[in-house]
């Protein structure tokens, strides 16, 4: 009898030994299979969208369902920080990983009828991307380098764009052109005043194309767009969603862009050299305009995520939505109205947190939880070393970013930041850094001041309490890493004003 157990046993374990072995030696399912590729990556960035602009995060004017629908498949960042507080530095500190002190564009600064231009031999999201195989494309909003410069799109890593080279054109909903790779697309229903062609729309449009052209590779998808941003216009369809339910409002007339001492009639001539050229247009119902934008934006969001589905490539899709800085005042905008920063002081071009604070959410089925939320401390510096893990994909070392990709996947060893840091090169010059809970500005330090405000972010998040006489040894740490978190570049001193475009 004891034989034959032993004999039953020896069979048993031979046949859970050949089990496992043709078990492992069998072809993964297919979602084995989806769950080992490389994610599709789509980044999605709203600019000037204030943190309190969606309605998961309070919006009570107008809703952005489709956003909230992708805040509950995903992790929404509680502490997510912009590059800047304006439009190219805060881009030139998601592409690079680097913050503004060590970012090679810190400013806004108009040259050639673009921007100045990134390094050609900068490492790059998109190079970083495309080095690891996957396929890249820009749709939106661009800003850092005019057509043919080493900041081009093209030489930085992008195989294809469409869009607003110069980040001065797409201040106008319906301009006369877009740029097409390397080629300028004439907008025929756009050319002298007609107002024919929504290049949101046209944009979007190139955007699905790109998707469903590259179904079957692995992509990256930029999606700056240029919505909320003032000029303030939306197609009539979206504007009428409002007009009936908005309360009377003071229309916007435009003023001159070079200030009030210089006013002209306004951007509507098309005689001004301004027109489509940069100038804003005027609108007599700014608070539906820019509820109608934003619903707009939330409708691309919508397309995005049902075409993804539709493909059978959502599961795998890393998706992030978030804004280049907090809302503006520009154009007739109001974000007091719509109270646009939220539970936050300032606006953009401050360094409060209402001007650096921005809304974020990320979303990737197969791999991030839904309904997540973390208080992970990150900005857009550690962008490009999130999705670069995410997508296996390998990178040069010595930048500023923290790859955040354990919060991500719900793993434990994610590293954390001593500290962030900002500069801003407008207004008198400003400077910032966040430490944990406290956070310290500097204003006017073209000026000489050294006064530095200290805020306590958990308990006042609204900055309203300056507690730098309290605690003079956080304000000595702050002053010092001030002056350590940055290198001085020629290009952009930090010693007198520099004049910028908006």
């Given at each position: 009898?004891?034989?034959?157990?032993?004999?039953?046993?020896?069979?048993?374990?031979?046949?859970?030994?050949?089990?496992?072995?043709?078990?492992?030696?069998?072809?993964?399912?297919?979602?084995?299979?989806?769950?080992?590729?490389?994610?599709?990556?789509?980044?999605?960035?709203?600019?000037?969208?204030?943190?309190?602009?969606?309605?998961?995060?309070?919006?009570?004017?107008?809703?952005?369902?489709?956003?909230?629908?992708?805040?509950?498949?995903?992790?929404?960042?509680?502490?997510?920080?912009?590059?800047?507080?304006?439009?190219?530095?805060?881009?030139?500190?998601?592409?690079?990983?680097?913050?503004?002190?060590?970012?090679?564009?810190?400013?806004?600064?108009?040259?050639?009828?673009?921007?100045?231009?990134?390094?050609?031999?900068?490492?790059?999201?998109?190079?970083?991307?495309?080095?690891?195989?996957?396929?890249?494309?820009?749709?939106?909003?661009?800003?850092?380098?005019?057509?043919?410069?080493?900041?081009?799109?093209?030489?930085?890593?992008?195989?294809?764009?469409?869009?607003?080279?110069?980040?001065?054109?797409?201040?106008?909903?319906?301009?006369?052109?877009?740029?097409?790779?390397?080629?300028?697309?004439?907008?025929?229903?756009?050319?002298?005043?007609?107002?024919?062609?929504?290049?949101?729309?046209?944009?979007?449009?190139?955007?699905?194309?790109?998707?469903?052209?590259?179904?079957?590779?692995?992509?990256?998808?930029?999606?700056?767009?240029?919505?909320?941003?003032?000029?303030?216009?939306?197609?009539?369809?979206?504007?009428?969603?409002?007009?009936?339910?908005?309360?009377?409002?003071?229309?916007?007339?435009?003023?001159?862009?070079?200030?009030?001492?210089?006013?002209?009639?306004?951007?509507?001539?098309?005689?001004?050299?301004?027109?489509?050229?940069?100038?804003?247009?005027?609108?007599?119902?700014?608070?539906?305009?820019?509820?109608?934008?934003?619903?707009?934006?939330?409708?691309?969001?919508g397309q995005i995520v049902s075409a993804l589905d539709s493909l059978g490539i959502l599961e795998n899709t890393l998706i992030v939505f978030t804004s280049d800085n907090g809302p503006h005042h520009e154009g007739g905008a109001d974000p007091d109205y719509f109270n646009s920063n939220g539970p936050f002081q300032g606006y953009k071009r401050d360094l409060h947190e209402g001007g650096i604070h921005v809304p974020m959410i990320a979303s990737w089925p197969a791999k991030v939880r839904a309904g997540s939320q973390t208080d992970h401390i990150s900005a857009f510096w550690d962008i490009l070393p999130t999705l670069a893990d995410a997508a296996g994909a390998s990178y040069e070392q010595g930048i500023d970013g923290i790859s955040f990709l354990p919060t991500l996947l719900g793993k434990s060893g994610q590293e954390t930041h001593h500290h962030l840091y900002w500069e801003f090169h407008e207004q008198g010059g400003k400077q910032a850094v966040r430490m944990g809970k406290w956070k310290g500005i500097r204003l006017d330090v073209f000026d000489g001041n050294q006064a530095i405000l200290l805020y306590d972010l958990e308990q006042d998040p609204g900055e309203t309490k300056d507690l730098s006489g309290e605690h003079p040894e956080i304000v000595a740490e702050m002053d010092s890493l001030m002056e350590e978190s940055r290198v001085e570049d020629p290009e952009w001193p930090f010693s007198s004003k520099i004049e910028t475009e908006n």
């Open positions: 009898m004891e034989n034959q157990l032993q004999q039953i046993t020896a069979k048993f374990l031979v046949f859970t030994l050949l089990s496992v072995a043709v078990a492992a030696c069998s072809p993964a399912t297919e979602e084995e299979k989806e769950q080992d590729k490389k994610p599709n990556i789509i980044y999605i960035l709203a600019d000037d969208l204030g943190y309190g602009d969606l309605s998961f995060l309070g919006q009570e004017k107008f809703q952005t369902p489709h956003i909230d629908d992708l805040a509950a498949r995903g992790m929404v960042f509680t502490q997510h920080y912009a590059g800047s507080t304006v439009c190219a530095p805060s881009r030139s500190a998601l592409m690079t990983g680097l913050h503004t002190g060590h970012t090679p564009i810190r400013g806004n600064r108009g040259l050639k009828g673009g921007q100045y231009p990134l390094p050609e031999d900068i490492q790059t999201l998109p190079k970083v991307l495309k080095d690891a195989g996957y396929v890249t494309g820009a749709f939106g909003k661009w800003g850092l380098g005019f057509p043919g410069s080493t900041g081009d799109p093209l030489v930085q890593g992008f195989d294809v764009f469409f869009g607003y080279n110069s980040q001065t054109i797409a201040h106008n909903y319906y301009p006369r052109e877009l740029n097409d790779n390397d080629a300028i697309l004439a907008l025929e229903g756009n050319q002298g005043t007609d107002e024919g062609q929504y290049a949101p729309e046209l944009i979007q449009e190139r955007r699905l194309q790109f998707i469903e052209t590259n179904k079957d590779t692995t992509f990256f998808l930029y999606m700056p767009s240029i919505i909320p941003h003032a000029e303030l216009f939306a197609p009539q369809e979206y504007m009428e969603m409002f007009l009936k339910r908005t309360s009377p409002e003071p229309p916007y007339q435009y003023e001159s862009l070079l200030g009030p001492e210089m006013p002209y009639e306004g951007v509507d001539d098309p005689d001004h050299p301004r027109y489509k050229v940069g100038g804003y247009g005027s609108q007599p119902y700014p608070h539906a305009a820019f509820a109608a934008m934003v619903t707009l934006l939330d409708d691309q969001v």
